[in-house]
C-alpha cells in the first residue's frame, strides 16, 4: 500500500499534469523564505496569480502549516511545502522562477547594511541550491541588503559556472510602489496612473527616483522635489518605525513583489513590452550593478534602460547614491570572495 503522503504527491503531479495539458500557461515557481512576514502574505498573492501553476514553499520552519492553509484556496496553482535545508533542493528542481525573501528584517536604528552578516550567509546557501537544481531559474532576490545580496548571489552563481546576468534581479519594486503613491498624494491624481522610474539601488541615498522623468509628465517645485525624494528614500524606515520593533515592510513588500514576480513571469510566457525597474548586473553606470529600467523577456532581463536626461538635482544625486553603491557591491563581492 501507498503511504498517505505518497498518494498525496502523485495526485498532486496528476493535478499539475492535468492543468498543464489543459494549455493553462502553467509556470513553477518557488518562495524561499515562505513562511515569513514577506512570505506569507507572498505565497498567498502567488497562490492567486494565473501564470503559476505549481508553487512551492520552503522556509526552515512553519512551512506545513503555511502550506495546508494556501492549498485550501480554489485557485489553480498546486502548492507543496518543504522545510528545512534537508528538503532545499527538492523544493527547487524543475522551477522556472525563484522568489527569496529569506532572512531577518531591520528593527528601529538598524540600516539594510546591519544586516548583512546574516543575511549574506543565508542567501549564499540558498544561491548555491539554485546554481545546483535549476541554474536556469529566474531569481527574484528581496533580501537585504539588496545592493550587497545581488553581488553576493552573482559570486556564488560565478562559482558554480552558471551565472546568467540576465537572469538574476534585486528587487526594487516597492520604491517604485512608494514613489508612485507618494507622488500620486502630491499630484492629487490615481497612484494606478502614475510612473516613477527609480533607479541606483535600494537603501537610503541610492534609492534615486527620477522625478523630472514621471509619467504622465508633471513639474514640481523644489521643496516638492525635496519632500518626495526624502520619503521615497526613507519609506522603509517609516514602516520600520510605525511598527516599532516587529520588523520592517511585509504586506506592501509582498504586493510589490508579486507585481515584479508576474512582469518576470508574463516576459517568460513571451510578452511584448514588459517594462519594470531592477537592480542587475549593468553598463548603464560604471558601477557592475545598478538599478534601472529594464524589459523583461524570456531570457530574463533582455535589455536594460540608460537613465536618460537628469535634472541638476538628479545628478547630484546620482553621484552620492553611486559613492555609497560601490562600496555595498564591493562588501557582497569580498564576503563570497575572501
Ligand atoms: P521575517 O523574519 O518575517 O521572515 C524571514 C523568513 O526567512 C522567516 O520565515 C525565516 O524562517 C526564513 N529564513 C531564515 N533563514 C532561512 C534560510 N536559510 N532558508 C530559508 N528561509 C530562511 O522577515 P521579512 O519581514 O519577511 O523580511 C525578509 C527579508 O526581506 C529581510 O531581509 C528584509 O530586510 C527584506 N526586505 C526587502 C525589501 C525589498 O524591497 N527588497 C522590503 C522589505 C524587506
Same mark, same amino acid.
Given at each position: 500500500?501507498?503511504?498517505?503522503?505518497?498518494?498525496?504527491?502523485?495526485?498532486? =503531479?496528476?493535478?499539475?499534469?492535468? $492543468?498543464?495539458?489543459? #494549455?493553462?500557461?502553467?509556470?513553477?515557481?518557488?518562495?524561499?523564505?515562505?513562511?515569513?512576514?514577506?512570505?506569507?502574505?507572498?505565497?498567498?498573492?502567488?497562490? *492567486? @496569480? !494565473?501564470?503559476?501553476?505549481?508553487?512551492?514553499?520552503?522556509?526552515?520552519?512553519?512551512?506545513?502549516?503555511?502550506?495546508?492553509?494556501?492549498?485550501? *484556496?480554489?485557485?489553480?496553482?498546486?502548492?507543496?511545502? /518543504?522545510?528545512?535545508?534537508?528538503?532545499?533542493?527538492?523544493?527547487?528542481?524543475?522551477?522556472?522562477?525563484?522568489?527569496? !525573501? &529569506?532572512?531577518?528584517?531591520?528593527?528601529?536604528? *538598524?540600516? $539594510?547594511?546591519? =544586516? /548583512?552578516?546574516?543575511?549574506?550567509? %543565508?542567501?549564499?546557501?540558498?544561491?548555491?541550491?539554485? &546554481?545546483?537544481?535549476?541554474?536556469?531559474?529566474?531569481?527574484?532576490?528581496?533580501?537585504?541588503?539588496? @545592493?550587497?545580496?545581488?553581488?553576493?548571489?552573482?559570486?556564488?552563481?560565478?562559482?558554480?559556472?552558471?551565472?546568467?546576468?540576465?537572469?538574476?534581479?534585486?528587487?526594487?519594486?516597492?520604491?517604485?510602489? $512608494?514613489? @508612485?503613491?507618494?507622488?500620486?498624494?502630491? =499630484?492629487?491624481?490615481?497612484?494606478?496612473?502614475?510612473?516613477?522610474?527609480?533607479? #541606483?539601488?535600494?537603501?537610503?541615498?541610492?534609492?534615486?527616483?527620477?522625478?523630472?522623468?514621471?509619467?504622465? !509628465?508633471?513639474?514640481?517645485?523644489?521643496?516638492?522635489?525635496?519632500?518626495?525624494?526624502?520619503?521615497?528614500?526613507?519609506?522603509?524606515?517609516?514602516?520600520?518605525?510605525?511598527?516599532?520593533?516587529? #520588523?520592517?515592510?511585509?504586506? +506592501?513588500?509582498?504586493?510589490? &513583489?508579486?507585481?515584479?514576480?508576474?512582469?518576470?513571469? $508574463?516576459?517568460?510566457?513571451?510578452?511584448?513590452?514588459?517594462?519594470?525597474?531592477?537592480?542587475?548586473?549593468?553598463?548603464?553606470?560604471?558601477?557592475?550593478?545598478?538599478? +534601472?529600467?529594464?524589459?523583461?523577456?524570456?531570457?530574463?532581463?533582455?535589455?536594460?534602460?540608460?537613465?536618460? !536626461?537628469?535634472?541638476?538635482?538628479?545628478?547630484?544625486?546620482?553621484?552620492?547614491?553611486?559613492?555609497?553603491?560601490?562600496?555595498?557591491?564591493?562588501?557582497? %563581492?569580498?564576503? %563570497?570572495?575572501?
Amino acid at each position: 500500500h501507498p503511504s498517505n503522503h505518497q498518494m498525496e504527491e502523485s495526485s498532486i =503531479l496528476k493535478q499539475a499534469e492535468c $492543468r498543464a495539458k489543459g #494549455g493553462a500557461p502553467g509556470f513553477k515557481v518557488a518562495i524561499l523564505g515562505a513562511a515569513g512576514g514577506i512570505g506569507q502574505p507572498l505565497s498567498l498573492l502567488m497562490k *492567486m @496569480n !494565473p501564470l503559476v501553476s505549481v508553487l512551492h514553499l520552503y522556509d526552515v520552519v512553519n512551512t506545513p502549516g503555511v502550506t495546508a492553509d494556501i492549498s485550501h *484556496m480554489d485557485t489553480g496553482a498546486v502548492v507543496k511545502g /518543504f522545510l528545512g535545508q534537508q528538503q532545499l533542493e527538492n523544493a527547487l528542481t524543475g522551477m522556472d522562477l525563484i522568489i527569496i !525573501p &529569506a532572512g531577518v528584517p531591520r528593527k528601529p536604528g *538598524m540600516t $539594510r547594511d546591519d =544586516l /548583512f552578516n546574516i543575511n549574506a550567509g %543565508i542567501v549564499r546557501t540558498l544561491c548555491e541550491g539554485i &546554481a545546483k537544481c535549476c541554474p536556469n531559474a529566474i531569481v527574484n532576490l528581496i533580501s537585504n541588503p539588496v @545592493n550587497s545580496t545581488v553581488p553576493i548571489a552573482a559570486e556564488v552563481f560565478k562559482k558554480a559556472g552558471t551565472y546568467d546576468p540576465k537572469k538574476l534581479l534585486g528587487v526594487t519594486m516597492l520604491d517604485v510602489v $512608494r514613489a @508612485n503613491t507618494f507622488v500620486a498624494e502630491v =499630484l492629487g491624481v490615481d497612484p494606478r496612473d502614475v510612473d516613477v522610474p527609480v533607479v #541606483g539601488g535600494h537603501a537610503g541615498v541610492t534609492i534615486l527616483p527620477l522625478l523630472s522623468q514621471v509619467k504622465p !509628465p508633471c513639474s514640481f517645485t523644489i521643496e516638492e522635489t525635496e519632500y518626495l525624494t526624502k520619503r521615497i528614500q526613507d519609506g522603509g524606515t517609516e514602516v520600520v518605525q510605525a511598527k516599532a520593533g516587529a #520588523g520592517s515592510a511585509t504586506l +506592501s513588500m509582498a504586493y510589490a &513583489a508579486v507585481k515584479f514576480a508576474d512582469a518576470c513571469l $508574463r516576459g517568460l510566457k513571451g510578452g511584448a513590452d514588459i517594462v519594470e525597474c531592477a537592480f542587475v548586473s549593468s553598463q548603464v553606470t560604471e558601477l557592475p550593478f545598478f538599478a +534601472s529600467k529594464v524589459r523583461l523577456g524570456r531570457a530574463g532581463a533582455e535589455e536594460i534602460y540608460q537613465l536618460g !536626461p537628469l535634472n541638476e538635482y538628479e545628478r547630484v544625486g546620482l553621484e552620492k547614491a553611486k559613492k555609497e553603491l560601490v562600496e555595498s557591491i564591493q562588501k557582497g %563581492i569580498s564576503f %563570497i570572495r575572501k
